[in-house]
């Protein structure tokens, strides 16, 4: 087997890795790095490129999905494919590169509107991401011979340029008892000083309660809500409470004025996207529970950005 090996050139002819300068990026930001080549034996090499990738994976169950004629789907979009040829060779002609260690610098600006990445981690048995890859590759001439490759997985940011503003939600239910007998009406108003916020922020919530019914409100709960949405056949939509906090509530025929303190843990929290096919929103949900009643439910759209400080092991 090592004779034909090094006959048809399928033996190890060296390797090779790729590095980049940062852990993550944001969209429009330069990408540098380089390609670290060793040579173990003469070469043939007709083109050293790099290639960025960028892919959006989604594969929804039946189950999940609340169109009965939604079978399982599959769908794989490359939304970005991009070459970049290092200037190893001068118009692409054949070149031997000798035994030794080589590396090749190479720069690469991001295009601007690049979704960030995102990984559901197949919660619910669904499978939805957003990905992106750089490949390096020494492509070594002869038909039966391995080129030499590498591909790293590139993390992204979407880059943000919304407005920060104050925002608010008010709401007025006529409580029933067991959906039935009306006990008085209860009045909400919740309201943000901002709509954009990081993970592991804390989430000063105001929240006025005029409690006019015969029912008091036995707590309320606070819980930010991840949707993930998938433009496929049909909207499909995924939420999941991201994390929750629950305070005392209202005697009946009270009023309350108070802020709320609501931590956004930082536990999977992807920063909010939108892709061509998938898209990861939030919002904070307040529920306040009536006994024997319906609840009250108040939302607020927020947008979580990527975190001042990222942690490198987020990305080891």
Known sequence: MGFLSKMFGLGGKGTIDVIVDKPYYISGELVAGSLLV???????????????????????????????????????????????????????????????????????????????????????????????????????????TKDLSKTIPLNVYEQWNGEIASISNEKSVDVKLLELFNKGKCNLRIALDKNVYEPNEIVMIHCNILNQAKKGVKSIQFDLIQTVKANIRTYCTLAKIMCTATFPGTPASSEISQVFSFQLKDDGLYPSTHGQVLTCSYRIEMTCTIPFCPDIILALPITITMPSHVPSELYE
């Not at 599959?74 to 991009?82: A, P, S, T, V, W």
């Not at 070149?95 to 981690?121: A, C, H, T």
Request: include cysteine; proline fraction near 7%.
């Open 38 to 144: 060793q040579v173990f034996e003469p070469i043939d090499c007709n083109e050293v490129v790099i290639i960025v990738s960028g892919n959006e994976v989604v594969r929804w169950p039946a189950s999940n999905s609340r169109y009965e004629d939604l079978s399982d789907y599959i769908r794989e979009d490359e939304f970005l494919q991009e070459k970049v040829l290092i200037k190893l060779i001068l118009f692409n002609v054949q070149q031997q590169i000798p035994p030794g260690n080589y590396v090749y610098p190479f720069e690469y600006i991001l295009p601007n509107d690049l979704p960030g990445s995102f990984d559901n981690k197949k919660d619910n048995g669904v499978v939805a991401k957003i990905t992106y890859s750089i490949t390096g590759t020494l492509s070594i001439d002869g038909m039966l």
